[in-house]
């Protein structure tokens, strides 16, 4: 009994049981990650696949044509019942019908049944009757002649664009010259005849180039607008579709296995370079994923120098005292504070306080239009850093305490100054820990939405924030988030039914940019910590 309880003894003494309880919440951690990724990559994966379509023949009502989506018990448990995406929204008013097993007579998928991807209203399932129009006379009525009747209207479209940029261009020098004139009138100086005339001259140059841009690509659109296609719906309906608003047409009906999977990664690819359609409920996420990986750059561009500079300071040339002591506590409690606070102090201190201090003192011409009094990409980076910058001095701290004071004893010993100790000791041992504050930063950065909503992001950003015009770069813009497309297409969709693959494709979308980044910090990390620590530290 003895050698029982002093087996006991030492078994609870040498912390076995907090061994085994560590292990256990790790595990469970990694399982709930694991499945967290599971259900989104499930949900998320299969958007694109060309599933089959079938004409479901009903017994009391017309036909439907209809992608089955699940199948599940009714609510009176009866039976079963299927839920299928029957598109045609601008016919139905509805994407999705639920219909009961017991009403369906049979189903059938039917070989001539074509698919729309369409610009606007979602979806379009039904047969092709008829083509009108140019690049249609020749074209057979069959899925091969409408893709070659949109292969031409493609090759119109891309000549619109073209006009588009120009036009784009042109409204840029006119709203240049408006400035300029706004500035003139400003500044209230003595009239120079020959500048105003000249600026008179050039404004109204450009005027005609912008009228004449506009009438010819109104003249255009028209023309391309006349191709167009009569389908037919299960039940005979008909809808004329204009060519210029189909997206892409297929038949998944007839696609084999390997059409498919082709079909599938070129909608991935469209996925990461493609423009938003629909709302931002279907199309690409480019903007989305530009500007949330340019959120987190200039975001760590101003959170890493800051944090690692007020570590070195608290840790290295700081005396302690009660003033320091506060500021660490101050430091630890701002990292628990909710990040919409840190996103009304943004809108307060950066926007209505330094921007409306900038418009008015570089451009007071321009009000009460704001330029930086505004949300943009500058100010919310700005409050993203002061919501990360807590970590990487905690961080950045912790691997400055942990370095033996030997170390730096043995460079004092040699000569050094504090600051070569400083710059050639600390600072590159402690690059790991400071690496690692980065990655909780980002990681951190790349997830928060409601600070963004009130300091820069929208639902559909007018432009980039890097384009080809002066000074390329412009940090006052607006822009588009993956976290906020999430959170709009998921609860502000007129159409949630409809928009619910999206937000797991795109929160797929935005793990995957948090662990590339990760991923890469990480390395970075490992090589710094093969290259500068040794010893036992």
């Known amino acids: 009994m003895k050698n029982r309880n002093e087996a006991l003894d030492s078994y609870w003494r040498i912390g076995e049981p907090m061994v085994w309880i560590s292990a256990t919440a790790l595990a469970l951690t990694l399982l709930s990650a694991a499945t967290l990724l599971i259900v989104i990559m499930v949900n998320g994966l299969g958007v694109f696949w060309p599933s089959d379509i079938e004409k479901v023949h009903l017994k009391d009502r017309p036909p439907v044509f209809g992608q089955l989506i699940r199948t599940e018990e009714n609510a009176e448990k009866t039976g079963l019942r299927r839920q299928y995406k029957i598109a045609n929204r601008d016919l139905y008013g509805l994407d999705f019908r639920w219909i009961d097993e017991s009403q369906i007579d049979e189903t059938q998928r039917p070989a001539d049944l074509i698919v729309l991807e369409r610009v ?57 010259l408006r400035l300029k004139q706004l500035k003139l009138d400003y500044d209230n100086a003595p009239v120079d005849t020959a500048a105003q005339s000249q600026l008179q001259r050039d404004k109204a140059e450009l005027d005609r180039e912008f009228g004449a841009l506009i009438t010819l690509q109104t003249r255009r659109l028209a023309e391309v607008r006349k191709a167009k296609a009569i389908f037919v719906d299960a039940a005979g309906q008909e809808k004329e579709i204009s060519l210029v608003d189909i997206f892409q047409a297929y038949a998944p009906n007839t696609m084999s296995t390997g059409d498919k999977v082709v079909f599938y990664l070129h909608k991935l690819a469209e996925l990461f370079i493609g423009e938003p359609r629909e709302s931002n409920t279907e199309g690409g996420l480019f903007p989305a994923i530009f500007g949330t990986v340019m959120l987190i750059f200039v975001m760590s561009l101003f959170s890493f120098p800051l944090g690692v500079i007020a570590a070195i300071y608290l840790r290295e040339y700081a005396k302690e005292g009660v003033v320091v002591r506060i500021v660490r506590i101050a430091v630890n409690n701002l990292a ?17 306080g330094i921007g409306h201090g900038i418009d008015m003192l570089f451009f007071p011409e321009r009000t009460p239009t704001p330029t930086f009094g505004t949300g943009g990409l500058l100010w919310a980076s700005l409050t993203l850093a002061l919501l990360t910058v807590p970590v990487v001095i905690v961080s950045t701290e912790e691997a400055l305490g942990a370095i033996p004071r030997e170390m730096r004893e043995g460079s004092y010993a040699l000569g050094a100054t504090k600051f070569q100790t400083l710059y050639r000791v600390l600072l590159p041992m402690t690059s790991p820990g400071i690496m690692t504050g980065l990655i909780l930063a980002m990681a951190r950065a790349a997830g928060e939405v409601a600070p963004l909503m009130i300091t820069g992001v929208v639902k559909l950003a007018p432009a980039l924030p890097i384009d080809g015009n002066f000074p390329f770069l412009h940090l006052d813009r607006k822009f588009m988030h993956l976290g906020f497309h999430i959170y709009d297409i998921g609860f502000q969709s007129p159409n949630v039914e409809a928009a619910k693959p999206m937000v797991f494709v795109t929160t797929l979308l935005l793990v995957l940019i948090v662990l590339l980044m990760s991923s890469v910090a990480i390395g970075l990390r490992n090589r710094m910590k093969k290259r500068y620590t040794f010893g036992t530290f």
């Open 120 to 176: 606007e209203h979602g979806d379009f399932y039904g047969r092709l009757k008829t083509m009108t129009g140019p690049h249609t006379e020749t074209s057979a009525v069959d899925l091969a002649g409408l893709n070659s009747a949109l292969e031409k209207t493609t090759v119109e479209l891309d000549q619109l664009s073209e006009l588009e940029d120009k036009l784009s261009d042109a409204s840029y020098r006119l709203e240049q």
């Open 336 to 352: 628990g504070i909710p990040s919409i606070v840190y996103g009304i102090f943004g809108l307060g201190f950066f926007v209505y």
